[in-house]
């Protein structure tokens, strides 16, 4: 007696004991999605870099040593267009008062509680530079503004050049207890920005800033979640409705997602790890790739139902078709995904370990869950319909007629937009991660444009010994350094205590214009300072710019806002500069901008490593697979080509590959290699088990397999369009071309494979 093989007693099994599989599947799911109870989320940007991250350390390092640099920035925007008016300084005076309630504050600057130093005989009188606008006569407000408009600390800081725009910098110690901190400080400057603007309706305010940039990282896939899984639920549910014709089959394929995605999201929460902005659209990703399996399964079933087999049959029939294929696609699609983990951003890895796990799952319950479920399910089928329509007949009719046109117009195709690649560039964005639509967008925009930048870069310069910074030569050579910092075109700012150190030096000396410059000795330097700092009002200390010991300072420049081309650019240009003028001190720099400037770069390099051994695992296992080196070297062709077409059209499309747009090469080489998986599968069975010759295997698999192949990519296709509007540009521009490297993928596969495999497969 023949043994029976592994997928045989499977595919009994689950028609025989159906309700013992859904039993057990059932407790494994459930034992799995009970993570998601643990499954937290991380909203800070500095998720997007691991801890071993050099330009992370640099980052914290400065952070650890001086107050941390995470601010809400309200930017007043009068109607008028002059902050100083009594009535724009009144308002700006209560938002400084109203901004100490904001969570977590730690500081508050403005023009109007700006330390404003002056001389009265022998003694230094610090203040508020501004207390009762109201009170202030015309000379006095022309007063304020020409100190204003000359002070290197306000300029472009906390006022624009003409004084038409201001600013008030609120900074924030978040403990990092909570992902949701961010969200409290945004929503407490909210409250507030409402309420100035209705007591002073001639103000508009902006907001910007660190916090409200993490804020926006935190509402992003909020939003996405909320609105673009359902409609993509939607979505699947009418393709798979209009193309399956069976109600039960459609509900079938949507339980089988539910459970994919929340067995996943558990067993990833079940691990200790928390979703981020980058590895939310998981959830998406997963509902898209569940359908391929089930719709390859149920269309065969269906078909074998059409064709009068009893249900039980045809289920089994479909299942043993099926389980090569499926399990093929399904590990080389886990393949392309697990190869994120070469990515330098966690988010990233995050994303393809989470779906791969999906991938995986949906597989087991394609050839468990699914036989068993419709096995209990009363489906109903047409007995005069059927899905191997004749559509398919007539393509397949056309692909071997025109055999040759297409294996040359689509070759010379592949290579022409293959070799439009090189029109990308590596270059981000930080402020671009978020579409026009989105408030911290619009605001950031507009701050760039009115007054400042949003992007920084910081510098801790050490002395050497503990009270060095208050060494003239030391102040020199940061004044030096501040000089050459603001002749750079890409400066707005350069926050230095260098110039607190003028200004004292001109107030210690009458006021007098000509000694506007450095202090000559130390002791007087220090005792400048020891005196200024004994007058500042809590809150607005030196900390933010001096260490404990005084032995060291930080210089913050604060730049328009920059591509990673650029900041890459200027960093190069800085550390030339450094080694030149001022090789003897020690010197760090950091800052956000830079951090994601360089992840960029790098994650190229790793994401390119990781898709060629992905590449490798997939050639070999369609290799074994097929048994044949032929057919798998031929596989390869239709599943390279999607990759360097979609780039070359990115190319003409955008020309701007970003950290999201980066990831898309190894994650469409899993998930392209699908539909040529199933393909061959069929093309293969026909020749070895019907012993057809190549013609009539190419159009058995165009019947048994073509509408599966038009439907799995269908929704692939509108899944990842889905993503497109998605308001974190990151995730949209990933969406977008991973829709065309799909796009293209069918077409080849449908229009460009059988040519091939008529061309170069010619042993019969």
Aim: some cysteine; hydrophobic content about 50%.
């Amino acid at each position: 007696m023949q043994k029976k093989s592994l997928v045989s007693r499977l595919a009994l099994m689950t028609t025989d004991h159906p309700w013992w599989i859904l039993f057990l599947v059932l407790i494994a799911l459930a034992l799995a999605s009970a993570g998601i109870a643990k499954l937290g989320f991380k909203s800070d940007y500095r998720v997007f870099f691991s801890p071993e991250n050099p330009q992370l350390q640099a980052f914290n390092s400065i952070q650890d040593t001086y107050n941390k640099s995470d601010n809400v920035l309200f930017v007043i925007e009068p109607e008028a267009g002059d902050v100083f008016d009594p009535s724009v300084l009144q308002a700006i005076v209560e938002l400084t008062k109203k901004s100490w309630q904001i969570a977590f504050a730690s500081r508050v600057d403005s023009i109007t509680n700006f330390q404003h130093t002056k001389a009265e005989g022998d003694d230094l009188m610090v203040a508020d530079l501004v207390t009762e606008p109201a009170a202030l006569t015309e000379a006095q407000i022309q007063a304020l503004k020409t100190i204003a408009l000359n002070e290197p600390l306000l300029v472009n800081r906390l006022s624009s050049k003409t004084g038409h725009v201001a600013g008030v910098n609120v900074t924030v110690q978040l403990p990092d207890k909570s992902p949701w901190e961010a969200m409290e400080v945004a929503a407490n400057a909210r409250q507030i920005a409402a309420e100035i603007e209705a007591r002073y309706p001639h103000v508009k305010l902006h907001l910007t800033g660190a916090v409200m940039m993490n804020n926006a990282f935190i509402e992003s896939p909020f939003h996405d979640n909320t609105t673009l899984v359902p409609i993509m639920t939607a979505l699947v549910i009418a393709v798979l409705w209009f193309s399956l014709h069976s109600i039960t089959a459609t509900f079938c394929v949507i339980l089988i997602i539910v459970f994919s995605i929340s067995a996943a999201l558990g067993l990833f929460a079940w691990q200790g790890s928390v979703l981020s902005q980058a590895s939310a659209p998981a959830p998406i990703i997963i509902l898209t790739m569940t359908v391929a399996d089930c719709v390859h399964f149920l269309v065969k079933m269906l078909h074998n139902m059409r064709m009068s087999y009893e249900k039980k049959t045809a289920i089994q029939e479909s299942l043993k078709t099926n389980f090569q294929p499926m399990l093929l696609t399904s590990v080389t699609t886990a393949i392309g995904f697990l190869s994120l983990n070469f990515s330098d951003a966690p988010p990233y890895r995050d994303l393809g370990n989470i779906v791969a796990m999906g991938v995986v799952i949906a597989f087991f319950l394609t050839v468990t869950f699914l036989p068993a479920l419709t096995c209990v399910l009363p489906i109903r089928v047409n007995l005069k319909g059927d899905l191997n329509n004749v559509y398919m007949k007539h393509l397949a009719a056309f692909v071997i007629r025109r055999r040759k046109p297409l294996l040359l117009v689509n070759g010379l195709a592949a290579i022409v937009f293959t070799c439009l690649t090189p029109l990308n560039e590596l270059n981000d964005e930080l402020v671009k991660y978020f579409d026009e639509t989105v408030d911290f967008r619009q605001a950031t925009d507009f701050l760039n444009d009115n007054m400042s930048g949003m992007y920084t870069v910081e510098f801790a310069i050490h002395s050497g010994d503990a009270g060095g910074i208050n060494e003239p030569g030391f102040l020199r050579k940061i004044d030096q350094m501040a000089q050459w910092l603001r002749q750079q075109p890409e400066t707005v700012h350069v926050n230095t205590i260098s110039d607190t150190f003028k200004r004292l030096n001109k107030n210690m000396h009458g006021d007098d214009d000509a000694w506007y410059k450095l202090p000559e000795q130390r002791d007087l330097a220090a005792q400048y300072l020891l005196l200024y700092e004994m007058s500042l009002p809590y809150g607005l200390d030196l900390n933010d710019q001096v260490n404990i010991d005084k032995s060291a300072t930080r210089v913050i420049a604060t730049l328009h806002n920059l591509s990673s081309i650029q900041m890459l650019a200027l960093e190069e240009r800085i550390i030339g500069w450094l080694k030149t003028n001022l090789p003897e001190l020690k010197i760090e720099m950091a800052s956000p901008g830079l951090m994601f400037s360089h992840i960029g770069k790098r994650n190229i390099g790793s994401l390119l490593l990781g898709t060629l051994l992905a590449l490798v695992f997939i050639s070999l296992i369609l290799v074994a697979a097929f048994r044949s080196w032929r057919l798998g070297l031929i596989s390869l062709i239709p599943n390279l080509v999607p990759a360097g077409v979609s780039f070359g059209l990115w190319g003409l499309i955008d020309g701007q590959i970003n950290l999201g747009v980066s990831i898309v090469a190894g994650m469409t080489l899993g998930i392209v290699v699908d539909d040529t998986v199933h393909f061959i599968s069929k093309y293969r069975q026909a020749k070895i088990v019907k012993s057809l010759n190549n013609q009539d295997a190419i159009r058995y698999a165009f019947s048994t397999v073509g509408v599966a192949m038009w439907i799995t990519s269908a929704v692939l296709i509108a899944g990842f369009l889905v993503l497109n509007f998605s308001h974190f540009t990151v995730n949209s521009e990933m969406g977008l071309l991973t829709a065309i490297t799909i796009s293209v993928a069918l077409f080849m596969d449908l229009l460009f494979l059988p040519p091939l495999l008529l061309w170069l497969d010619k042993k019969d």
